[in-house]
């Protein structure tokens, strides 16, 4: 205990003495959380006050169209654009300007689009009425076509996926309402009765609900979403300023001495453990306070942190161990600060794309889902959404948290082996 | 006078070449003495340093330590003997006073006792103005008395010196000489290595010239110099016994 009480003395020096390291070491990750955070706040917050310009065609006179427009204004999301400077667009000027990329979206609807609703309509009303009424008199065509009618829509090649998949459903779903419409009505015109009620009246509502282990209904929010990505993001990125220590102390005088003196590889290890798994929980808990304290001062969000600090305070402390066992790894086999360093950041920054910081895991492909599942980051980002969104307690975290333990035991053993064999006499 | 450190049938060779480092070696140190391990650049002095530090692992052959067999007992060894290497083993951002308290600690000196030791060292080498600053601030000289110190703080039984006074000024050469013969007044074997010839004839009390990882000539520092019935210099001795192979290694 003496000898490592000394160790861990000097690391801290050793960190206090490098000032601008230090600082970066605890300001960036809170630069970074406020930064993520307010930027992805403002955009989910704008995203409901956005329209997107939607050029609009119409090629058809009658009345479905017009019912087709008037619902796409009514959406908020959207604002129908159908003349620029005074002038209608048209079917090539329109496709031109998505072209240059002036304009995002054009719907051209066709000509005849509405009496060709209407007729269908009537073909596959009358065809059902001859058949549920044999000796009723059917006005009108039965035999049913396979026509189908084009509604164009084009999109700029830049414009996100996300995007198209909106437009296209609003528009499919606004032209099948519209269909189901015509049916009834028509349907009411050939009984000669009143079926409002049954395109008044929805069957089908839906309602979100949060489902939580301890049955608690959580709304969750940015902070909450945010939080734990970027939390884990900065407690991993220890690794390179560790890595980088053990590289250069390899590299000095030093490394020789401490090879020479009674003492462990293992002690001397678990002095930098212990030093920078306390940095490690000092970055959360100032990431921790920005975004209780700090964030509601300047327009964001509060996190709600009541009854959960305990168990964030577990999961960070195993991620930070998970972190703090990587980057021995990377320092002990890492030569020179150049191999170390890019190393580190990359392997970082890999490590959270695959576990899941940027991308949810479930919209991955199968096999990067299977490699989520052997990430520490994933580990620790599902112990983090169990505590802040399902009010997990400790025993529903333990699988991850094990995990975690392991993960570090592992890389831990490794370098000390390794350690043990390149000194082995 | 009972055997400090005895090397038998000592062998090196470096992975992935035929060059033998350490070549059959045979060297026996009693207690007390002080020996000057000299020998041109390459000649394996700081190959055989290396092995009786524990730091590298001979191919063949054994070296006891204070009784302790190196292949053995390496951690008791550890704890016996005192290492100063010739790169300054020093953190430059601690202070003179942090780096020594931290060794101090890591050979088990305790407090008060450490912080006397330490005290009294940095007087000893004159620096205890400098004693709260920073070693990226200190001279090579004071660097030099800093890193022996940081080897000398568990009163060790043997010292290993590689190249103590090299690039070092007068006065630290001297300030550092002092002190190494006090150590040895109080019993401790000294085990160094160094170009610095007539440095190693007025210090040690026994000499080892080495060359092609093999011991050419080697006996009390008095006895080495009488050759072909008169005293001569050990440059004249060392050049006898290596100057026709030195430029190879220049």
């Known amino acids: 205990m003496y000898k490592i009480f000394h160790a861990v003395l000097k690391e801290l020096r050793l960190l206090r003495r490098d000032l601008l390291g230090f600082a970066i070491i605890f300001l960036m990750p809170v630069v970074l959380i406020i930064t993520i955070t307010f930027i992805q706040n403002s955009v989910e917050n704008n995203s409901a006050r956005i329209q997107l310009p939607v050029l609009l065609v119409n090629l058809d006179e009658g009345d479905l169209s017009k019912k087709v427009i008037e619902n796409l204004e009514t959406n908020n999301n959207i604002k129908i654009i159908s003349e620029i400077d005074g002038e209608a667009i048209t079917e090539n000027s329109g496709r031109g300007l998505i072209a240059k990329g002036t304009q995002k979206v054009l719907i051209i609807i066709p000509p005849e689009f509405s009496d060709f609703i209407q007729n269908q309509t009537d073909i596959h009303v009358n065809r059902l009425m001859s058949t549920v009424v044999p000796d009723m008199e059917v006005e009108g065509d039965t035999e049913s076509n396979t026509l189908t009618k084009e509604v164009q829509i084009h999109f700029d090649p830049a414009i996100s996926s996300s995007i198209k998949s909106n437009i296209k459903g609003a528009i499919e779903s606004m032209i099948s309402e519209l269909e189901s419409k015509a049916i009834y009505e028509t349907f009411e015109r050939e009984l000669d009765a009143d079926l409002s009620f049954l395109t008044e009246q929805k069957l089908v509502v839906f309602k979100e609900y949060s489902v939580s282990v301890n049955e608690i209904d959580i709304a969750p929010t940015a902070v909450q979403h945010n939080l734990p990505a970027w939390t884990l993001f900065a407690i991993f990125f220890i690794v390179i300023p560790l890595s980088i220590n053990i590289v250069k102390e390899k590299n000095q005088g030093t490394y020789v001495r401490l090879k020479t003196l009674p003492v462990s590889s293992f002690h001397l290890m678990l002095s930098k453990i212990i030093v920078y798994l306390l940095v490690c929980m000092i970055q959360f808990y100032l990431m921790l306070m920005v975004s209780v304290f700090l964030f509601p001062i300047i327009g964001l969000p509060a996190l709600d942190v009541e009854g959960k600090l305990i168990g964030l305070t577990v999961v960070a402390l195993f991620s930070g161990l998970a972190a703090i066992g990587f980057g021995v790894l990377i320092g002990t086999f890492a030569k020179t600060h150049e191999q170390a360093a890019p190393f580190g950041a990359t392997s970082v920054v890999i490590l959270a794309a695959i576990g899941g910081l940027w991308f949810p895991v479930f919209a991955m492909p199968e096999t990067m889902q299977m490699i989520a599942k052997v990430s520490p980051m994933n580990w620790a980002l599902e112990g983090f959404y169990d505590v802040l969104l399902r009010s997990a307690g400790l025993i529903s975290l333990a699988p991850n948290l094990l995990l975690l333990l392991t993960f570090f035991i592992i890389n831990i053993t490794i370098a000390v082996a390794y350690e043990k064999k390149i000194n082995q006499l | ?250």
Request: proline residues 3%; aromatic residues 6%.
């Open chain 2, 1 to 250: 006078m009972t055997n400090s450190v005895e090397i038998k049938n000592l062998s090196l060779k470096y992975s992935g070449t035929d060059f033998k480092a350490i070549d059959n070696l045979n060297l026996t140190i009693r207690k007390g003495e002080v020996l000057g391990l000299l020998g041109p650049n390459g000649a394996g002095k700081t190959s055989l340093i290396s092995i009786l530090t524990g730091l590298i692992k001979p191919n063949e052959g054994k070296v006891i330590i204070e009784g302790l067999e190196t292949s053995k007992n390496i951690e008791g060894i550890r704890k016996l003997i005192g290492v100063v290497p010739q790169e300054y083993a020093l953190y430059p951002k601690l202070t003179a006073k942090e780096n020594l308290m931290f060794f101090g600690s890591m050979y088990g000196v305790r407090n008060p006792v450490l912080k006397q030791r330490v005290e009294e060292g940095i007087e000893q080498m004159g620096l205890s103005k400098f004693s709260n600053k920073r070693m990226d601030t200190f001279s090579g000289g004071m660097k030099r008395r800093i890193n022996l110190l940081a080897g000398v703080l568990h009163r060790p039984q043997v010292i290993f010196l590689d190249e103590p006074t090299v690039g070092v000024d007068v006065q630290s050469k001297r300030v550092i000489i002092e002190y190494l013969n006090q150590l040895n007044g109080v019993g401790t074997t000294i085990i160094y290595s160094s170009h610095l010839l007539h440095e190693a004839q007025t210090f040690c009390s026994r000499v080892a010239i080495i060359d092609h990882g093999v011991i050419q000539i080697e006996g009390p520092t008095q006895e080495v110099l009488i050759s072909e019935g008169r005293v001569k210099s050990l440059e004249e001795i060392f050049l006898e016994n290596t100057g026709k192979k030195a430029k190879e290694y220049v």
